[in-house]
């Protein structure tokens, strides 16, 4: 019985440390539609090296051209529903 008991209690143990491992955040994609173009994929690590990007309430939006960004700012809460990625951590700089 006490055999039964802790085979149980093991594999539970097992369950619970499986089911923590795949609880990992999803990856950043590597291209984005551009919220005023849509139907224009963007590469987030090319418009990041030529800040192409606007970050809006925690979310950072990428676009496809230099006319973008002017739009998105002129009324931001109207793309805002575009496809996005978390605003990255800004490093704080060590003294």
């Known amino acids: ?11 539970l143990c097992v369950v619970g440390l499986a089911a ?5 955040k999803p990856a950043t ?10 139907s224009h994929k ?4 090319s418009a990041t090296k ?15 051209c230099g006319g973008c960004p002017a739009e998105f700012k002129a009324n931001p809460a ?3 529903k575009s496809a996005s990625i978390p605003t990255p951590k800004t490093k704080t700089p060590t003294k």
């Open 50 to 64: 030529t800040k192409m990007f606007a970050d809006y309430k925690g979310k950072r939006y990428f676009f496809c």
């Open 42 to 45: 963007v590469n987030i690590a």
């Open 1 to 11: 019985m006490n055999k039964i008991i802790a085979t149980a209690i093991s594999g």
């Open 29 to 38: 994609p590597k291209e984005v539609a551009c919220p005023i173009m849509p």
């Open 20 to 24: 923590a491992q795949t609880t990992q």
């Open 78 to 80: 109207k793309y805002a």
